[in-house]
């Protein structure tokens, strides 16, 4: 059991905190972004691309691990939110990862929001399956 009371483990608490701290995170630099005060924008996003990697060193081999299970699934609608969760996040954080720590291309605002919404599709389908797996589906008996 977790520390937020749920069937989670630990980590996987840790992992949905990191990803909603990433999430605030990102959002302050988007304010500073409009308000044109632009170091400090940089410095917010990519401290949240960094919180969401930390995230994904931990999702990302459960993800795997699990892959014969989500194939045999994948009809299952928790299995569906899992597998849209993994794609969208991993377009989000590869994306993030390019915008935040290329120097050379011309950064328009198109892209970042772009961004920004497969970032907040992402954390939603991510809260989604935590709520579906460790919340609302039942012990198997025993």
Not at 52 to 57: G, P, R, S, T
Not at 90 to 113: C, N, Q, W
């Amino acid at each position: 059991m977790g520390f937020l009371g749920t069937r989670a483990g630990p980590l996987a608490d840790l992992a949905l905190i990191i990803s909603i701290a990433g999430f605030i995170i990102l959002c302050l630099g988007v304010v500073y972004a409009k308000r044109g005060i632009l170091l400090r924008h940089f410095k917010l996003t990519r401290l949240a691309v960094l919180l969401l990697i930390i995230a994904f060193i931990w999702m990302g081999p459960r993800f795997i691990g699990s892959f014969h299970i989500i194939v045999s699934s994948l009809t299952v609608l928790p299995i569906l939110i899992t597998v849209f969760h993994a794609v969208i996040g991993t377009s989000a954080l590869l994306a993030g990862i390019f915008l935040e720590f290329d120097m050379v291309i011309k950064k328009t605002h198109y892209p970042m929001r772009t961004v920004f919404l497969l970032w907040i599709l992402a954390l939603l389908l991510g809260i989604a399956t935590y709520i579906v797996r460790y919340i609302l589906t039942p012990l198997p008996p025993r």
